[in-house]
């Protein structure tokens, strides 16, 4: 399994942008599926974003689709969320997760970030 740390959260007002970072720990970790996952307060955790091992194919949430971008290099072990046009529904602690090659779920996730966004 990959360590996973987020970093780059923070508050911003609405419209603002913000990008959250992922650094990724441990072997192999280009055969690693990625994702950023979000928890609001008093919510279910829910899917926002991911992407394959080589970062060709992508994968949004219809919430966050045309406002938000999954990127990854795999030579630094790093996998960002650039995210635009924020709205207060945005608020959520973000977590990074990986997800092994053949598995089913995410199995790796980061302790979050918190993402505040005022109106």
């Known amino acids: 399994q990959v360590q996973l740390v987020e970093s780059g959260g923070g508050s911003v007002q609405a419209g603002g942008s913000l990008r959250l970072s992922c650094a990724a720990s441990g072997r192999n970790f280009s055969s690693y599926s990625m994702g950023w996952f979000r928890q609001a307060p008093g919510k279910e955790r829910e899917f926002v974003a991911a992407?394959?091992?080589?970062?060709?194919?992508?994968y949004y949430a219809d919430s966050v689709r045309g406002r938000f971008t999954i990127s990854r290099d795999n030579g630094k072990n790093t996998v960002d969320l650039q995210m635009n046009s924020l709205k207060p529904e945005d608020t959520a602690v973000y977590y990074c997760a990986a997800r092994r090659a053949g598995e089913r779920e995410f199995g790796s996730w980061g302790q979050g970030t918190q993402v505040t966004v005022s109106s």
């Open positions: 992407t394959a091992w080589s970062g060709y194919m992508t």
